[in-house]
């Protein structure tokens, strides 16, 4: 999966879309000489006054954003009326610096238009603005209207309903029950000041100073303060993304399980980043939980410990080198064989030609020895230029390194970057053809994307064929509040195809050995109870060890409040059956601002 730092920039390069959504005809109200931000709002997602002029709007302004594309101002109704599902609160968009200031009561003179954050094509749902603004401060000074408290008694349980068919499966033209969606809750209190009291932090801070906490403690929480996502249909509806009106300087630096005490609140915004924000003109203070790093189990003489780890685009350019060796050394405690996705080629990003990642390589295995890790061996496969996805001109690939005093690799010439690895039969047992090999690059399953790289290895005296896997990344997926509900998952349908190629040839090892050590591992981005995981593990040919944690301890990767699996090693009957398995999620990254990586690394532990 491209990193949150990839993804925020190539999101970043779309361009801001105003529009006003048609797809919803609602009446406007009855007195349109008196109009009031609840009767701009309306009771859906869509403003019924859309597209036309309002006058002498009045309201307090609740907040001041003067930085960004997308300066402004939000103003609020002190005097609510008495439906729920309509928001005394909105945005202005002034496109230079408001000259208003908080505690402004003030009339606005505009035209009600509808924003989508990311543009029309990312799903996102729309926030509804009063754009081309006359205003008029009447007085300053004057009480903000109190903000409304979100709370674990006040987000419903349920996320949302599902979205009207004959509008494509989208919510906007849906009356908004704010007392039994979650989504809608929020909805509801768009534009509004908002506040949350003794929040937990369930997604560290970004180098964006925005992070995410829980309204709702007890929902899906795990022993390390995280909200752990294991299910679609199970959302966790307390998660509610933070940033600030004020300087970034001093916005807290926080790791999962610290809290935010107090009191934190300000307008609540939509965005292309999360959706629902609560954009804070006051910060509740930082409590630490004195979250550590985590360090596995050193495996004994005759165990045999297999990991994956996800080095987010390292290249020989990076700083991370001493930081990634510390963590397989010390952390890791230096598993006998260790497969490494997204290595870049030698020069990293710039698109010249270069495929070769060997100086890429020996920069860390060289740094692995300073930090008192043994001397690893490694192969890999140079992918053709600029084929196989990730960042433009990086060449990711998957790398394997393996501790030659404990296990050796088999080497069967004639594997390259075209030529697909096969099975057959050696001595009565089953063999690659080549090693290292690369799986059916030819097949369309790996269009743009990483290949998979099979290897043969022997452990005291017996065969273990590994996998390197690094599958499609979610983007272009709808978010989770997207305005089509359920939202559409289209990268899966690639990855559906990858994990079918792959089970094919685990099931064609298999086949020809039955009680063959099979291993595929990697960054498979996708979750253990995804459509991809079951076409992966097929018909019982490869089994999801983490699935053997506990529910709560079943997390790789932190992404929008959601601790989740993305990274995973499987395993054939063999080892499943025959041998002492113990599996951990080493969390070193996922849940720190200060990552090398935004991957936890995997480490499967077993005796052949």
Known sequence: MPSKRTARIAALTVAAVCSTVSAVVLTAPAHADTVHIHDIQGTTRIS???????????????GVRTYGSSKGFWFQDPDADADPATSEGVFVFTSSAPKVAVGDSVTVTATVSE??????SSGNQSVTELTKPTVTVLSSGNAVPAATVVGARSVPDVYTADGDTAAAGSVNGLPLLPKKYALDYYESLEGMNVRVADARVVTATDPYSELWVTVKPGEHDNRRGGTVYGAYTSQNTGRLQIQSLGATADFPTANVGDELSGTTAGPLDYNQFGGYTLVANELGTLEKGGLERETTQKQSRDELAVATYNVENLDPGDGTFAAHASAIVNNL??????????IQDNNGAKDDGTVAA???VTKLIDAIVAAGGPKYDWRSID????QDGGEPGGNIRQVFLFNPQRVSFTDRAGGDSTTAVGVTKVHGKAALTVSPGRIDPANVAWKSSRKPLAGEFVFRGRTVFVIANHFASKGGDQGLTSQFQPPARSSETQRHLQATAVNSFVEDVLKTQKNADVIALGDINDFEFSGTAKLLEGDGALWSAIKSLP?????????????QVLDQILVSPSIRRDCDVEYDSVHINAEFSDQISDHDPQVLRFRP
Do not use: F, I
């Not at 405690?333 to 997204?342: K, Y």
């Not at 709560?552 to 409040?561: I, K, L, N, W």
């Open 358 to 360: 060997d100086q890429t």
């Open 551 to 563: 529910k709560s301890e079943r997390y790789t990767y932190d992404y929008q409040g959601n601790s």
């Open 383 to 386: 992918p053709v230029n600029d």
């Open 333 to 342: 405690r230096s598993p006998d064989v260790v497969s490494l996705e997204e």
């Open 115 to 120: 924003y989508v954050p990311g543009g029309t």
């Open 48 to 62: 019924p006054l859309a597209g036309q002029k309002v006058t002498d709007v009045t309201g307090v302004v609740t």
